[in-house]
């Protein structure tokens, strides 16, 4: 047996493979891009950002609401991975109290909050910015740690 023939039979399957693994998760972004996980247009981005005010119970302590929205472009290829992974990261933010969303919103409409460039991560905390994560490789950091906390990951990231 060739082996130059086995190599280019497996670079196929390979390719084929790939392929078909994009396609799979063009579907899925597809369908989660008009789920509740994205946010569309700026009346609901205010609306998410509202959820970030303080709390003050009936024994006048203070609890701190956090929001956090994924900003990236439409089209590319990091918004895919991230709205893919959306509902596992919805679930950890979920088991810590704090509201997660993707935005879908053009960034030439995003100057009220100071939104300068995409791909970035913004946390929102009683109803104004609290810090901002830019880069894919920063945002890739705390979207793809196991550990829970995302507070702590929040601090930990220049």
Request: hydrophobic letters at 45%.
């Amino acid at each position: 047996m060739d082996f130059s023939k086995l190599k280019e039979q497996a670079l196929a399957l390979k390719n084929k493979a790939t392929s078909s693994i994009w396609k799979v998760i063009d579907w899925w972004v597809k369908k989660l891009q008009w789920s509740e996980f994205v946010i569309k247009n700026l009346e609901d981005l205010d609306l998410f950002v509202e959820k970030s005010k303080s709390i003050i119970a009936p024994t006048w302590k203070t609890f701190q609401k956090r929001v956090i929205v994924i900003f990236a472009e439409i089209n590319s290829d990091f918004y895919k991975s991230a709205l893919y992974e959306m509902p596992i990261l919805y679930t950890k933010t979920w088991s810590q109290n704090i509201a997660l969303k993707m935005s879908s919103i053009n960034i030439s409409e995003l100057k009220k909050y100071n939104i300068n460039s995409i791909p970035c991560l913004v946390v929102f905390e009683n109803k104004s910015i609290y810090k901002t994560i830019e880069w894919e490789e920063n945002i890739n950091k705390l979207v793809k740690w196991f550990s829970l906390d995302i507070n702590k990951l929040i601090e930990e990231i220049n």
